[in-house]
């Protein structure tokens, strides 16, 4: 996925499928997911808002 760390990406299908990817792969655990990104910030906070 590309997304530039002072931008937005060009296209939200790349965000929504590793949304979706996630918890399929999850399913129905409880356990919390660690989402972090390079600033541990920006991108991982627009992923935690999508979610």
Do not use: E, H
Request: with cysteine; charged share 20%; net charge positive.
């Amino acid at each position: 996925m590309t997304w530039p760390t002072n931008g937005v990406p060009d296209d939200p299908i790349p965000l929504l499928d590793l949304r979706y990817r996630v918890r399929r792969y999850y399913g129905s655990r409880t356990t919390p997911i660690l989402v972090i990104c390079g600033t541990g910030a920006a991108r991982s906070a627009v992923y935690i808002a999508v979610d």
